[in-house]
């Protein structure tokens, strides 16, 4: 619906969250702007990536965004596991036989029956045994008062057990604020939502261009991107791609899969999000390596030589 697009594009501008072009080039200072969405075509040009993961970490501001390179660097592994598992026992089970082949695990806590805070502890019990940072994919998108509170907050408190979370850039910069209060304390990181792996969705053109420019106000924070392709030249800025199968399709809910060598290769993302294709898979550990395997080879492939 274009007047809807229009409608939403117009009240982010009103609201300072997009910023017009004109104003980005009369601020941007001389020379390479690594806060700069790459362009689509460019990045099509280029189709090797220019630093390893491993001199990428020396580069970040943010801890958790720096621990993560170093552990995909030691582990052979740009793998992150997607736990949509809603039964407690289940997603202990399943966590500790793929934890080997996995930087990171990523959770929807709210959707785990019976939650507390011992399954928050065994995770991370299990984080250090197979050295591995946690994820909650909380998504958060409101103001800055509000995700205090649920990111401190409540039940499920993510700040005291989570490494990373996400948020969507919509409200505005008072969003990061508000979670960087308890986070940047903590040594906790943000991934912004800047593109999404569903049909249709509206993360695209000048919002994905705002989510860029707000990480880069926030480097010691902000620590990358939720995105279906490398966006910035920024090395400290991680760029994560879910839906990630062996084989391209669709799910019939929207959701558009990509192989990974298409995300890691042809996009020049970092990370591979997988969920279905290892938890539903009759050997979930056995699926996670193939997983790990076919990224770290993509990886390789698309190192400057």
């Known amino acids: 619906d274009v007047p809807l697009v229009a409608k939403v594009v117009s009240f982010l501008q009103s609201n300072q969250v997009i910023v017009k072009a004109e104003e980005e080039k009369k601020n941007n200072k001389k020379g390479k702007d690594d806060?700069?969405?790459?362009?689509?075509?460019?990045?099509?040009?280029?189709?090797?990536?220019?630093k390893t993961y491993v001199a990428r970490s020396s580069l970040c501001k943010n801890p958790a965004a720096k621990k993560l390179l170093q552990i995909m660097a030691e582990k052979k592994t740009n793998l992150c596991f997607s736990a949509d598992i809603t039964d407690k026992k289940r997603l202990i089970e399943v966590v500790d036989l793929v934890g080997p082949h996995i930087c990171m695990l990523k959770t929807h806590i709210d959707t785990l029956e019976g939650f507390d805070m011992e399954v928050a502890k065994q995770l991370r019990e299990l984080a250090k045994k197979h050295n591995f940072i946690i994820f909650e994919d909380r998504k958060y998108a409101d103001i800055g008062n509000t995700v205090v509170l649920q990111y401190s907050k409540g039940m499920y408190r993510p700040v005291e057990w989570a490494d990373i979370v996400n948020?969507?850039?919509?409200?505005?910069?008072?969003?990061?604020?508000?979670?960087?209060?308890?986070?940047?304390?903590?040594?906790?990181?943000?991934?912004?939502?800047a593109e999404m792996s569903s049909k249709g969705n509206l993360a695209t053109g000048p919002y994905t261009e705002a989510s860029v420019k707000m990480a880069s106000d926030y480097p010691e924070f902000v620590m990358g991107f939720i995105s279906m392709r490398k966006l910035t030249d920024n090395p400290g800025m991680i760029h994560m791609t879910p839906g990630v199968k062996l084989v391209s399709g669709t799910d019939g809910l929207g959701q558009q899969y990509k192989t990974p060598h298409s995300v890691l290769v042809d996009k020049l993302?970092?990370?591979?999000?997988?969920?279905?294709?290892?938890?539903?898979?009759?050997?979930?550990a056995k699926e996670a390596k193939k997983y790990r395997e076919a990224g770290w080879d993509a990886y390789q492939k698309s190192l400057s030589s």
Do not use: F
């Open 269 to 284: 993302s970092d990370v591979i999000i997988v969920g279905r294709g290892i938890y539903k898979a009759e050997d979930p």
């Open 167 to 193: 948020c969507h850039p919509l409200p505005g910069p008072g969003i990061v604020d508000g979670l960087m209060k308890n986070g940047g304390p903590a040594g906790r990181g943000l991934v912004l939502i």
């Open 35 to 50: 806060s700069a969405v790459v362009p689509q075509k460019q990045q099509q040009k280029v189709t090797r990536r220019s």
